[in-house]
């Protein structure tokens, strides 16, 4: 199993430019999530899903939008790039029963 | 709002000592709470989580729930240079978790 996949690791965007931050899970998990992490702060939920075609959204939503098409896919897209933008991203899948796995992270920056 | 608050340290300890680790939710009706470490630039790891009050020991590791105060702590014992790294705290209520900014530990060899 290879877990919670993330693509691409690094990225450089210029402000108002637009990307998709990757995400698959091969374990089956109905919730999925996606958390951004500024530095020396914790982790904030931007949008979480709880099944395929179900998604809501967290904490910090402005400027982002998601989709869940499939058990395994939650893509998180990116409008209009600000720098304000400027973090490392993570995915996560919850298996239901107190175990929450992240994916490895996407640093980005908006310059 | 559901919050998690933990002193964000640094913390320093000698090898071989124990470190501890503390922090303080707001929710009541949280049901588990979860201890992660994070290596700088890496993603957070699962130690261990604690549902029950009372101590819930693993290895090296015992975490500690006290729902009467709101407390929960992680116990560290026999520090280890590989346990430098931040450790956030977080909470869940069913399927929504929260997290703490995290504590920075550094264990001196």
């Known amino acids: 199993n290879a877990g919670v996949t993330q693509t691409p690791k690094f990225r450089i965007l210029k402000i108002g430019q637009s990307m998709t931050l990757q995400c698959t899970q091969d374990?089956?998990?109905?919730?999925m999530y996606w958390y951004r992490q500024d530095p020396g702060m914790g982790l904030k939920l931007i949008y979480y899903?709880?099944?395929?075609?179900?998604?809501d959204k967290g904490e910090v939503p402005n400027g982002y939008n998601v989709s869940r098409s499939t058990t395994e896919d939650f893509p998180l897209r990116l409008e209009l790039a600000a720098p304000s933008q400027t973090s490392v991203y993570f995915c996560?899948?919850?298996?239901?029963?107190?175990?929450?796995?992240f994916g490895a992270g996407s640093r980005l920056t908006v310059l | 709002q559901k919050e998690v608050e933990q002193n964000s340290g640094p913390l320093s300890v000698p090898e071989g000592a124990i470190a501890s680790l503390n922090c303080t939710y707001s929710?009541?009706?949280?049901?588990?709470f979860f201890w992660y470490r994070q290596y700088s630039g890496k993603s957070p790891e699962l130690i261990m989580f604690i549902y029950s009050n009372g101590d819930k020991e693993d290895g090296r590791f015992t975490a500690q729930l006290n729902k009467a105060s709101q407390y929960v702590s992680l116990l560290i014992r026999d520090s280890q240079p590989s346990d430098s790294a931040t450790y956030l705290c977080a909470g869940n209520t069913g399927n929504q978790f929260y997290f703490g900014t995290g504590t920075s530990l550094t264990v001196i060899p």
């Open positions: 929710d009541r009706g949280s049901q588990s």
């Open positions: 374990m089956n998990h109905n919730y």
């Open positions: 899903s709880v099944g395929a075609g179900i998604t």
């Open positions: 996560a899948s919850y298996s239901g029963a107190n175990v929450l796995t």
